[in-house]
């Protein structure tokens, strides 16, 4: 599971548009809107949000979850 949140930062973190992330995704601009609006979990059919994890985590995101520390975040891999 994914959160709005991480969508929007991981999009930040790799400079990318809405549409570049539509683009890569396959989904629609308004599926991915949907999906980007919420502050929980993001709204979604499991396949959607999967095709939306997998372009992420191509482009080099990692998602982070939960823990004692704080709440899911994202990050780039690193480079090397």
């Known amino acids: 599971m994914i ?3 991480q ?5 930040g973190l790799l400079d990318w548009s809405r549409d570049e992330l539509v683009a890569a995704s396959g989904l629609s601009r308004s599926t991915l809107q949907r999906m980007e609006a919420g502050d ?4 979604g059919h499991g396949g959607n949000l999967w095709q939306v994890q997998q372009a992420l985590e191509a482009a ?3 998602f982070l979850p ?8 994202v990050r780039l891999k690193d480079p090397v």
């Open 3 to 5: 959160y709005s949140a």
């Open 66 to 73: 939960a823990d004692q520390f704080g709440g899911p975040g």
């Open 40 to 43: 929980g979990i993001a709204a």
């Open 7 to 11: 969508i929007r930062a991981a999009r």
């Open 60 to 62: 080099g995101i990692i």
